[in-house]
């Protein structure tokens, strides 16, 4: 199931440099989806992880918090650092 939800929830983490909480994919997306909740967000990340399409991880201890990730955005990233590291 991809909605709109979905695809920007797909989209900012695609165009993250790093892994994001859901608290802070929640901000981004609130500002072009109104009135959209956590619990929809967190929905979506969980199908969407059950996709294959981000990873996910649940951190810290107690209720803790979920990170979530792109995996093919961090290795180019990484790449990128390589270059960098490399060039100077």
């Avoid at 294959?52 to 209720?63: E, S, Y």
């Amino acid at each position: 199931m991809h909605d709109k939800i979905s695809d920007l929830v797909l989209k900012t983490i695609q165009e993250s440099d790093e892994p994001l909480e859901t608290k802070e994919i929640q901000e981004k997306i609130i500002t072009q989806i109104r009135g959209v909740t956590r619990t929809k967000i967190f929905y979506r990340l969980n199908l969407l992880r059950g996709e294959g399409l981000i990873k996910g991880k649940f951190v810290g201890p107690g209720k803790g918090v979920w990170i979530w990730w792109a995996e093919n955005n961090l290795l180019k990233n990484e790449q990128k650092r390589g270059e960098n590291d490399n060039s100077s």
